[in-house]
């Protein structure tokens, strides 16, 4: 007989599961542990001109994350031609591979997808791409959702600030995508300095899963993903780049 398939109120049944069994493990509490601080930087030499630094903070007692970052473009080379007066939109990223620090444009392609442990799968998610048969939208955890640009109905991701702020849709957002849950950034007073102080992220990611794939068995790499998460990456925000990494940048512990 030949072998049978899960259907597919099984497979919704299975990530559903899933998605709440971790979702837990994020909110555990633990009251005396300390908060861990991770951060990036952006040299200019490496990031055609752009100087800059992200700062994140995650506290496994509360579960949430607070982040501080600026950047400095006076001197930035712009090799992608983005119109930077639309501001910059910043991301957190899978995979850091370099053995620089920092990176810009085609060199950020290294980085992988979005961080998302929960699958609210973005076009860019890391549960998109099948890093096994190197193909996007295929038995991966969003195709088999059905929340991708593919599947019918076609899936739209709708991350926004009044969403995940005023509305406390956490779940409609990446972990990883800072600027669809708390806005574009945009310059200070000064000209060409992109920063904010800080702002507190209650749905962000986890300590556990940093620099950290879910799989470890080969026989399941063909539709596991991977739950990592070890850069970041500016991405300009005019929405009209087909492809938008100005420069990005290994996070690690500090």
Same mark, same amino acid.
Request: charged share 10%; net charge negative.
């Given at each position: 007989?030949?072998?049978?398939?899960?259907?597919?109120?099984?497979l919704?049944?299975?990530?559903?599961l899933?998605?709440?069994?971790? #979702?837990?493990?994020?909110?555990?509490?633990?009251?005396?542990?300390?908060p861990?601080? +991770?951060?990036?930087?952006? @040299?200019?030499?490496?990031? /055609?001109?752009?100087?800059?630094?992200?700062?994140?903070?995650?506290?496994?007692?509360?579960?949430?994350?607070?982040?501080?970052?600026? #950047? /400095?473009l006076?001197?930035? @080379?712009?090799?992608?031609?983005?119109?930077?007066?639309?501001?910059?939109n910043?991301?957190?990223?899978? *995979?850091?591979?370099?053995?620089?620090t920092?990176?810009?444009?085609?060199?950020?392609?290294?980085?992988? =997808?979005?961080? $998302?442990s929960? +699958?609210a799968?973005?076009?860019?998610?890391?549960?998109?791409?099948?890093?096994?048969?190197?193909?996007?939208?295929?038995?991966s *955890? !969003?195709?088999?959702?059905?929340?991708?640009?593919?599947s019918?109905?076609s899936?739209?991701?709708?991350?926004?600030p009044?969403? +995940?702020?005023?509305? =406390?849709a956490? @779940?409609?957002?990446?972990?990883? $995508?800072?600027?669809?849950?708390?806005g574009?950034?945009f310059?200070n007073?000064?000209?060409?300095?992109?920063?904010?102080?800080s702002?507190?992220?209650?749905f962000?990611?986890?300590?556990?899963?940093?620099n950290?794939?879910?799989y470890? /068995?080969?026989? +399941?790499?063909?539709?596991?993903?991977?739950d990592?998460?070890s850069? #970041?990456?500016?991405?300009? =925000? $005019?929405?009209?780049?087909?492809? $938008?990494?100005? #420069?990005? =940048?290994a996070?690690?512990t !500090?």
């Amino acid at each position: 007989m030949p072998p049978r398939f899960f259907s597919p109120s099984v497979l919704s049944a299975f990530f559903f599961l899933v998605l709440s069994f971790k #979702f837990s493990l994020s909110q555990t509490v633990f009251p005396s542990a300390t908060p861990t601080n +991770f951060c990036g930087v952006i @040299e200019p030499s490496q990031s /055609d001109g752009a100087i800059g630094s992200l700062t994140m903070i995650l506290s496994p007692s509360t579960g949430v994350a607070s982040y501080s970052m600026s #950047f /400095d473009l006076s001197a930035y @080379e712009n090799p992608l031609s983005c119109d930077l007066s639309q501001g910059l939109n910043i991301k957190i990223h899978s *995979y850091w591979t370099s053995n620089h620090t920092s990176a810009s444009a085609l060199d950020c392609l290294q980085t992988g =997808g979005h961080a $998302d442990s929960f +699958f609210a799968c973005s076009p860019s998610s890391q549960n998109q791409f099948n890093n096994i048969t190197a193909s996007a939208y295929t038995a991966s *955890y !969003c195709s088999l959702l059905g929340r991708t640009v593919r599947s019918q109905p076609s899936y739209n991701y709708t991350c926004n600030p009044t969403l +995940f702020q005023q509305q =406390g849709a956490w @779940e409609r957002c990446e972990v990883g $995508d800072l600027s669809g849950k708390f806005g574009t950034l945009f310059e200070n007073n000064v000209p060409s300095i992109f920063g904010i102080q800080s702002f507190v992220d209650p749905f962000p990611v986890t300590i556990s899963s940093y620099n950290n794939r879910d799989y470890s /068995d080969d026989r +399941f790499q063909d539709i596991l993903m991977t739950d990592m998460w070890s850069s #970041f990456v500016v991405h300009c =925000g $005019d929405g009209k780049l087909l492809y $938008d990494r100005l #420069f990005c =940048g290994a996070l690690s512990t !500090c």
